[in-house]
């Protein structure tokens, strides 16, 4: 799997993907990375990224030249090891990225991830070379950045050989279709609270009745959309009604 990052802050990939899982993954060789800065590709002596919108409004637009520039030099790079470039462009506007999406995009041999600052980037960019838009959601962001590096954590979590314990990619909520259960770890008791009994009792069966139990209710009070979505078996749904939610 190659990312190439088209970015004008290439130093907060490295600040990111220097730690933990992406890191050891890295060192594992399962993924390669490389960022292109469009500054580089500019001729003027100012690098001059960055332009004033026609049609008027706030804040500047990248151009699209040095962008369409780079994107030739990383499609230069990739045909040499015979990788086809699917770019991805990080904008408010995209599709919601969702863990179904990551799992399509984690099949894919070389992901172009195209980073917008400012107000975003000329539209005629936009329609000749990219492949697909992506949101992380309903806020906003100062760049597409922070959203190229979700996606590359989701999808090198996702890589055979990233996790010792596969079962923790594979138990993760958003495959199950539920949020996560609370967890606990030593000591017994901090600050005067106990961890549950039930997680002590060494009682597999009711452990993992009580976690399924507990995922049910803060997945009804946090997503009653995924519920929605998911459905409930018949034992799911008198566990729920034994413990409806009520907790913020
Ligand atoms: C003028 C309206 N704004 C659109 C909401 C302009 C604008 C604000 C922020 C940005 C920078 N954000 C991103 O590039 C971005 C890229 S992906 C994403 N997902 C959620 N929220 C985001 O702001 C983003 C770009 C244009």
């Known amino acids: 799997m190659r ?38 590709f500019t001729d003027d002596p100012h690098r001059t990224v960055d332009d004033r919108p026609y049609g008027g409004g706030p804040g500047m637009l990248m151009q699209a030249e040095p962008l369409d520039r780079a994107l030739n030099a990383v499609q230069q790079d990739l045909s040499s090891e015979n990788l086809a470039p699917w770019v991805v462009h990080f904008s408010p506007r995209g599709r919601p990225l969702t863990h179904q999406r990551v799992m399509e995009l984690k099949n894919k041999p070389a992901l172009v991830l195209l980073c917008g600052r400012y107000e975003g980037i000329d539209e005629r960019l936009l329609q000749r070379r990219v492949d697909e838009e992506l949101s992380l959601g309903d806020f906003v962001l100062s760049g597409g950045e922070l959203p190229a590096l979700a996606l590359m954590d989701a999808i090198i979590r996702l890589l055979p050989g990233a996790l010792n314990d596969a079962d923790s990619a594979l138990e993760d909520s958003f495959v199950n279709g539920l949020l996560d259960c609370p967890h606990y770890t030593r000591p017994e008791v901090w600050q005067g609270l106990a961890v549950p009994e039930v997680l002590k009792s060494g009682n597999h069966a009711a452990i993992a009745q009580w976690r399924l139990q507990q995922s049910l209710t803060i997945t009804a009070a946090h997503r009653p959309d995924l519920l929605a979505k998911r459905g409930l078996s018949k034992q799911e749904q008198e566990l729920l009604a034994a413990h409806p939610p009520g907790a913020p």
């Open 3 to 40: 990312f190439d990052a088209i970015t004008l802050f290439p130093e907060m990939f490295d600040a990111v993907l220097d730690y933990g899982i992406t890191r050891r993954a890295l060192d594992r060789e399962l993924y390669r990375f490389k960022s292109w800065n469009p500054r580089d």
